[in-house]
T-cell receptor, first 112, second 115 residues
Framework: SQQGEEDPQALSIQEGENATMNCSYKTSINNLQWYRQNSGRGLVHLILIRSNEREKHSGRLRVTLDTSKKSSSLLITASRAADTASYFCATDTDNYGQNFVFGPGTRLSVLP | EAGVTQFPSHSVIEKGQTVTLRCDPISGHDNLYWYRRVMGKEIKFLLH????????ESGMPNNRFLAERTGGTYSTLKVQPAELEDSGVYFC?????????????FGEGSWLTVV
């Protein structure tokens, strides 16, 4: 069964608006990470949040983690056209294994 | 420092043909992973090498897929014979040994189209 599931599957917003994407997972995790994939390009790591953390910031990104609800959110503030991409959450369940389980992703379109 | 490199970046082959994808991890990284995303679906784990040994190959879909890692350096993923459903992007990633919760580094992917 799928570990991470993002919603919405697709999101269109205007430049300057904020974008929020959510990720839910099923089993206990050690860490949750968010990645971005631009069309035709590879995966870029955005941010890692550990299971004992509740919120983390990196530039225009804010990630929250609620382990009681097994969910995470990624907020991109003041979005730009260059933020257009697919965003994936990835979870792992043990300290040294790095076999992440990815969700299906959210396709974000930021319109100029 | 060079990142994870994959070759070819794009490949179009006919059903029944063979394709070999290559991944060069970041120098010094003992851990090497293959993932794939087919038909716009989720990214799925295929297998994990530690040096030249297969640590976990539970994600390999069937025996048409063969992964090797010669001498614990670069890795190849061969699909033989290729089927239409194998179309997608194949990602390679690497990470150093003993890295507790280090981020793994992904390559740009090899985009495979089977026609």
């Amino acid at each position: 069964s799928q570990q991470g599931e993002e919603d919405p599957q697709a999101l269109s917003i205007q430049e300057g608006e904020n974008a929020t994407m959510n990720c839910s997972y099923k089993t206990s995790i050690n860490n949750l990470q968010w990645y971005r994939q631009n069309s035709g390009r590879g995966l870029v790591h955005l941010i890692l949040i550990r299971s004992n953390e509740r919120e983390k910031h990196s530039g225009r990104l804010r990630v929250t983690l609620d382990t009681s609800k097994k969910s995470s959110s990624l907020l991109i503030t003041a979005s730009r056209a260059a933020d257009t991409a697919s965003y994936f959450c990835a979870t792992d369940t043990d300290n040294y294994g790095q076999n992440f389980v990815f969700g299906p992703g959210t396709r974000l379109s930021v319109l100029p | 420092e060079a990142g994870v490199t994959q070759f070819p970046s794009h490949s179009v082959i006919e059903k029944g043909q063979t394709v070999t994808l290559r991944c060069d991890p970041i120098s010094g990284h003992d851990n090497l992973y293959w993932y794939r995303r087919v038909m716009g679906k989720e990214i799925k784990f295929l297998l994990h090498f530690v040096k030249e040994s297969k640590q976990d190959e539970s994600g390999m879909p069937n025996n048409r897929f063969l992964a090797e890692r010669t001498g614990g350096t670069y890795s190849t993923l061969k699909v033989q014979p290729a089927e239409l459903e194998d179309s997608g992007v194949y990602f390679c990633a690497s990470s150093p040994t003993g890295s507790r919760r280090n981020t793994i580094y992904f390559g740009e992917g090899s985009w495979l189209t089977v026609v």
